[in-house]
């Protein structure tokens, strides 16, 4: 190692090296990102503005929102940078804090995720107790504790990289900077960091994952036990909305985290870091607004005062 330089900066190769292939990636993924940013503001601003919407699923879905904004913003304004870049490089302070970030929130919408299936077990289930158990001091905390979650699970994942050192090979056959693909490239040890991500990944599924599903299995037994058509319809599309995003991100988010490290990225592994990390947060605010009534009356109507005031 004393005959080898150490490595202070990464090359993230990205998607392609075409010219034309990187203004046309840029222009897609500046419009993901910009919809990414209005759809989730608009989902915030209805929420804070509406009295109708101040209820706590509101109230959770508004945070949802802001950790969808400080996901996504953790790794695609480098990526759009480096598609105009002529050195598509990214420090090693860089590298750790964008897998910090990155982590943080993405582990925080994974919890805020099960907390919104908790209160639509109580809010379903056992509505006469609703009002008392979800009372607004309650789901700060449970807001707090998932933001929590997200930061000790960054930092148990992030600090051990700080002793890895990297001397041979800087070239990330990646977009953006991911534990799986910075691991194969260090010249230290690093099943410790391998079994750490392993770990905490398979730990946090465990508990959050079945969870959701025993609570929705509890929540649709109690939708389809209902007389009335009109509640059962209401509950189910509420309900499904969630239900969508959580497959759509935990699914992705834990295969990729549990596919084997390569120094090479494969194309089942960028398509899937794709869903989970750039389209989720995209997707989340339109498919809260197609499935609930509420936020679409509560959107129509701040589109309609908009319109009049021009």
Known sequence: MENQSIVTEFILVGFSNDPQMQILLFLVFLIIYAM???GNLAIMLVIRTEASLHSPMFFFLSHLAFMDICYSSATIPKMLQNFTAKQKTISWEGCTAQIFFF???????????????YDRYVAICVPLNYS???IQQTCRQLVWAAWT???LMAVANTLPLVDLSFCR?????HYTCEIPSLLPLSCSETHTNYMLIHTSSIIYGLMAFPTISISYSYIIFTILRSHSAKSRSKAFSTCSSHLI????????????CLMPSSRSTTVLETVVSIQYSILTPMLNPIIYSLKNQEIKTALGKNLSKVAMSL
């Open 36 to 38: 990414t940013l209005l």
């Open 132 to 134: 008392r158990i979800m």
């Open 245 to 256: 995003v959580v497959i759509l991100f935990y699914i992705t988010a834990f295969l990729r």
């Open 169 to 173: 090979e800087n070239t990330i056959h």
């Open 103 to 117: 982590l943080q929130a993405g582990c925080a919408d994974v919890a805020l995720l099960w907390v919104m299936a």
């Open 149 to 151: 979650a997200g930061s």
